[in-house]
């Protein structure tokens, strides 16, 4: 079953010529092309499917600063403040909220790691605070375990997927930008040597300049033009509850499940680290690059042979331009959750919070995480092809930093000085031979 998700309506026709098309309306591209209609800039946003679609609106819904990679807590950091600004200049409520995030563990080796975070995170001016054994068991009244302590950082929040994408791609159509879903790109134009446009299902559009924020699909589109991008899905399960006991007003991490209260009064329910890996010919192409990463993560890991061989994004398929493209067979990927990964979170609150006991599950779903090497986005110009940027491979963590995610993309197509230092999200590292090492914290 998919997560709840606003529906919102697709301009009628296709425009012959943009500044910019955004291909991919999910978090990262509709807040590329909400800051570019800010800038001024005529912008296309297109999905293959709808807007939100994949994995913008089957996430958590956490808007942290803590617990970031360092390479990527500016942007985080900088996100926050525009969530803030969002809440005023939409038209609609996101659910962004600034409750506090707090994590809580029995394990030593967590404690540790978080204690190292913060010390380093200073220098950055974020001030999480890490709880004593007794602290941490103040800060969740209502449960049982022994905690030997957690982290709380009280200015972080948390936000509605189903809700945030979409009226933020409202608001770039309300500054200029035209919205069309159902419309796959199949392949970009290029002339001598550089972009000039989109080639959709349903026609060209020109234009001087394309983002391609696609998520999971964002390695095959690449691919059909040549160029590498190393790329790896996990596919996750998470699931929401019917209203339940407040036990926490923003997101709580415990061993193994992690819990946002929503608006409706239920909790969106994840589990952490936890995930299927199917083999794949990407995954093949590009295993020696996640080979630090997949052994660090393996222990959360299951493993098969599925479809993913043979279809969906990280299969080896080809296509032409003027015939239907794979985009076009999966209009919206939508991988079913895995029932023992339910039944464990259900299992685990109730260990950890007797009035958590017997919660009713409204929903579950899957969905396919994109990851990079090094744990954080590309977000950057791709030098080969001049005219065509990349913002994608946020490995599970991009909701929250979607809006100064999208600020950067469009501050660096449009030339002007960009919010954050972008060297960290170059697309360079991907393929110069860069030492990408192993992620930094999730």
């Not at 525009?82 to 996101?94: F, K, M, P, Q, V």
């Not at 950055?124 to 103040?138: D, I, P, T």
């Amino acid at each position: 079953m998919s997560p709840p998700l606003l529906r919102i309506p697709s301009d009628d026709r296709l425009p012959d010529r943009a500044d910019v098309v955004v291909i991919g309306a999910g978090m990262a591209g509709s807040t590329a092309a909400y800051a570019l209609a800010k800038k001024g800039v005529s912008v296309a946003l297109i999905d293959k499917g709808v807007v939100g679609g994949e994995q913008s609106s089957r996430n958590w819904g956490w808007c942290r600063q803590q617990h970031r990679d360092l390479r990527e807590l500016p942007l985080a950091q900088k996100s926050l403040l525009l969530w803030d600004e969002l809440a005023a200049e939409l038209d609609g409520d996101t659910g962004f909220r600034r409750t506090g995030l707090l994590y809580v563990t029995t394990r030593p080796a967590d404690l540790a790691l978080w204690e190292a975070w913060t010390l380093k995170a200073r220098d950055y001016q974020m001030h999480s605070r890490v709880l004593s054994a007794a602290e941490a068991r103040a800060m969740t009244p209502g449960s049982t375990v022994d905690w030997i302590g957690g982290v709380h950082s009280p200015s972080d929040g948390r936000a509605e997927p189903g809700l945030a994408g979409p009226l933020i791609a409202e608001g770039a159509r309300r500054r200029g930008a035209t919205i069309h879903q159902n419309c796959a790109a199949r392949g970009l134009d290029i002339e001598a040597g550089k972009v000039a446009g989109v080639v959709t299902e349903r026609g060209r559009i020109r234009a001087g300049a394309v983002l391609v924020a696609g998520g999971a699909w964002t390695s095959m589109f690449c691919r059909h033009h040549g160029l590498r991008l190393p790329q790896a899905g996990v596919r996750s399960t998470s699931f929401f509850t019917r209203a339940a006991p407040a036990v926490v007003e923003g997101g709580l991490s415990m061993p193994d499940v992690t819990i946002r209260r929503r608006l409706d009064g239920g909790y969106s329910v994840g589990l952490s680290g936890r995930g299927l890996l199917e083999l794949s010919p990407q995954g093949l192409l590009y295993a020696r690059s996640f080979w630090p990463t997949f052994r660090k993560r393996r222990s959360l890991l299951s493993i098969s042979v599925g479809r993913s061989f043979f279809e969906g994004p990280e299969s080896l398929q080809r296509w032409s331009l003027d015939r239907v493209s794979p985009f076009e067979h999966v209009r919206t990927l939508d991988p079913p959750a895995d029932p023992a990964l339910v039944q464990m979170g259900l299992t685990r609150l109730a260990a950890n919070y007797p009035a958590l006991a017997g919660l009713e599950v409204e929903a579950s779903w899957g969905g396919l995480i994109d990851s990079t090497p090094d744990g954080i986005p590309v977000i950057s110009p791709v030098d080969p092809l001049p005219g065509l940027f990349l913002s994608t491979g946020y490995s599970g963590h991009g909701f929250g930093i979607g809006p100064a995610a999208g600020r950067l993309a469009a501050d660096l197509i449009s030339g002007d000085p960009p919010i954050v230092d972008p060297h960290p999200f170059r697309y360079s590292r991907m393929i110069d031979g860069s030492d990408l090492g192993e992620p930094g914290m999730m």
